[in-house]
């Protein structure tokens, strides 16, 4: 059951630039709380749960971005990590919300982010590219498969039940 808004004027609307100030909120704020496990070559970014929501809600995607270049501000990788970093995620999350199912949801993040985060910190920290993008993409799984999943799947399901959207 997606519920996406239909044109800009929907994504422009009150509701949707709620939903997205929301998200950005919560993923600058989970980012920033988490950060000992947040930045690095090894980290499980617990905010990227939030990636997988654009499959049900477009709404998302800007917010998405927004909190990951607030995150990646406080992060201290520098403007490398807030415009590479940022922009993968928007990246990944337009291309989550084209996704044909909740399981698929969840690549687009973990690849985009494997490859992307992956190559800059390799050359930031002058670590092996493969390791980077073994351990970011391990942190991904773990982010968007164990928790961003379930998560869509419960918003899912409520929404099948009779609840509403955010911003429908």
Known sequence: MRRAPQNMKDLLAPR???????????????????APISYGHIQV???????????LFPQAVPGLFIGCLIANFAGG???LDVVLGSGATLTAAVLTARMPN??????????????VV?????????????LCAFY???????????????????????????????AL
């Not at 970014?45 to 499959?55: G, H, K, M, W, Y």
């Not at 909740?102 to 490859?115: E, G, I």
């Not at 992956?118 to 493969?130: A, E, K, Q, R, V």
């Not at 942190?139 to 409520?158: D, H, K, M, N, S």
């Open 77 to 79: 990788f520098g403007i």
């Open 136 to 166: 970011v993409g391990l942190g991904q799984v773990i982010a968007c498969c164990f928790l961003g999943i379930p998560l869509v799947l419960l918003l899912e399901r409520r929404m099948k039940k009779g609840g509403t959207g955010p």
């Open 16 to 34: 949707s630039l709620a939903v997205s100030g929301l998200v950005a909120a919560a993923y600058a704020v989970v980012t920033i709380l988490f």
């Open 102 to 115: 909740v399981w698929l949801a969840s690549v687009p993040p973990v690849a985009v982010n494997m490859a």
């Open 118 to 130: 992956g190559g800059y910190l390799s050359f930031l920290l002058d670590i092996p590219f493969l």
């Open 45 to 55: 970014r617990i905010s990227e749960a939030l990636t997988v929501l654009p499959f």
